[in-house]
């Protein structure tokens, strides 16, 4: 597993999955740094708008999601699907079954 750190709050894990790596971007809330005992109030797993159609993780909304499931004491987890560095699954593209 591989882990690297973006900012203060979002972390990159990159995991083994079945077809190839996968990377996770992980925020946690601000509380959860300053006690770590702090109890998480659950986990949103938000996914990004589809890559043919120009959705990343860096997507406004991805990201307004992200910070404000953070302030209310969730930790929110998003996967990317295309375009990142670890890429090995091929991806299907539109038209493809």
């Known amino acids: 597993m591989l882990y690297a750190s973006m900012n203060s709050r979002t972390h990159l894990i990159t995991v083994p999955g ?54 209310l004491g969730y930790v929110s987890v998003g996967l990317t699907s295309e375009g990142w560095a670890y890429q090995q699954a091929p991806m299907m593209r539109a038209g493809e079954s």
Do not use: C, W, Y
């Open 18 to 71: 079945p077809a190839g790596l996968i990377q996770l971007s992980v925020d946690l809330p601000d509380e959860l740094k300053q006690d770590p005992h702090f109890a998480v109030r659950g986990l949103a797993l938000i996914a990004h708008p589809h890559p043919l159609l120009g959705g990343t993780m860096d997507n406004k909304v991805v990201q307004t999601l992200a910070r404000t499931f953070n302030q």
